[in-house]
């Protein structure tokens, strides 16, 4: 079955500051990578998804992630953080794309003044 | 435009009692999905509908739980004999169908059961 871990459940960040957020997944073939942001209140948001080609891919916001197949990976990243980035951070995998997602846990992203 | 709309945004229930929550998805979307959240969980999958026809209820954890769409546009949840263990964020999505279709999130009902 799939599965996806997300290992840091708080992570505060200064604002200006570079962000990485780790996302391991588990699954048989090449998946359908996404991920999603979650502020109070409101619904998740699509950030950035990879379903083939460059590994390398650019979402909204300012937010990029790189898939690496070797390290079974998908980690999020952001040159600077601004206050208004802090939410929660959710990755997912579908397998079969946008179709029965299963998510990680979540990464809660403070950021500090 | 209007986003993916849930109602009631908030429900507290007694154990033992049913509730619907409904879901209105963006118009002229083709597909609907329900997912959970328990808190500090993320989205679990439950179940998805392609126009009026479900799709996929695997994630339904068991059979006090139903969804329809009859008419291939609002769909209602419903959670029968509803157990304290049913609490949770419950949300919808919609989207244009297919797979590479990008799903529009509501923001959820709120269910506590007491």
């Known amino acids: 079955a799939q599965s996806v871990t997300q290992p840091d459940i708080h992570i505060t960040v200064s604002e200006g500051a570079s962000l990485e957020l780790r996302c391991n997944y588990s699954?048989?073939?090449?998946?359908?990578l996404f991920w999603y942001v979650q502020s109070p209140g409101q619904g998740l948001q699509l950030l950035l998804k990879y379903f083939s080609g460059d590994t390398l891919v650019q979402g909204i916001k300012g937010f990029e992630a790189e898939f690496t197949r070797s390290q079974s990976s998908f980690n999020l990243r952001k040159p600077s953080v601004h206050w208004s980035d802090a939410a929660e951070y959710f990755c997912?995998?579908?397998?079969?794309?946008?179709?029965?997602?299963?998510f990680g846990t979540g990464t809660r992203l403070l950021v500090s003044p | 435009g209007a986003g993916v709309s849930q109602s009631p945004r908030y429900k507290v229930t007694k154990r033992g009692q049913d509730v619907a929550l409904r879901c209105d998805p963006i118009?002229?979307?083709?597909?609907l999905y329900w997912y959970r959240q328990a808190l500090g969980q993320g989205p679990e999958f439950l179940t998805y509908f392609n126009y009026e026809a479900q799709q996929d209820k695997s994630g339904l954890p068991n059979d006090r739980f139903s969804a329809e769409r009859p008419e291939g546009s609002i769909s209602t949840l419903t959670i029968q004999r509803t157990e304290q263990r049913d609490s949770a964020m419950y949300r919808c999505?919609?989207?244009?169908?297919?797979?590479?279709?990008?799903?529009?999130f509501g923001n959820g009902t709120r269910l506590t059961v007491t």
């Open positions: 999505a919609s989207s244009l169908g297919g797979a590479r279709a990008p799903l529009h």
């Open positions: 699954y048989g073939a090449t998946p359908y």
């Open positions: 118009s002229g979307h083709v597909s």
């Open positions: 997912a995998v579908g397998p079969g794309g946008f179709q029965k997602l299963v």
